[in-house]
């Protein structure tokens, strides 16, 4: 029994440092950030669609004037949002 439990010991010890640890935690890290951009697209995507929504209904009930300020406004703030993301 003693024997066996030396046995399993050293060959855990040697697929221990068959791991690179380096990898690993590049592997991860990499995981991260590709699961990062996918939720910053995904809210960029959104926040577009809610602002034509928007956009449309504001066009539909308010006069010319108002609509074309609050559409040059939303679409400023998305073009300065897009940029800061992308630094």
């Not at 959104?46 to 406004?73: C, H, Q, R, Y």
């Amino acid at each position: 029994m003693h024997g066996n439990l030396s046995c399993y010991a050293r060959k855990l010890k040697r697929q221990r440092h068959h791991v690179d640890a380096l990898a690993v935690f590049n592997r991860v890290v990499d995981l991260i950030f590709k699961l990062l951009i996918f939720f910053v697209v995904l809210v960029l995507v959104m926040g577009l669609m809610k602002m034509f929504l928007e956009a449309w209904t504001i066009m539909s009930e308010s006069p010319l004037k108002d609509a074309f300020g609050f559409i040059v406004t939303n679409l400023l703030t998305f073009f300065i949002i897009l940029n800061c993301s992308r630094a």
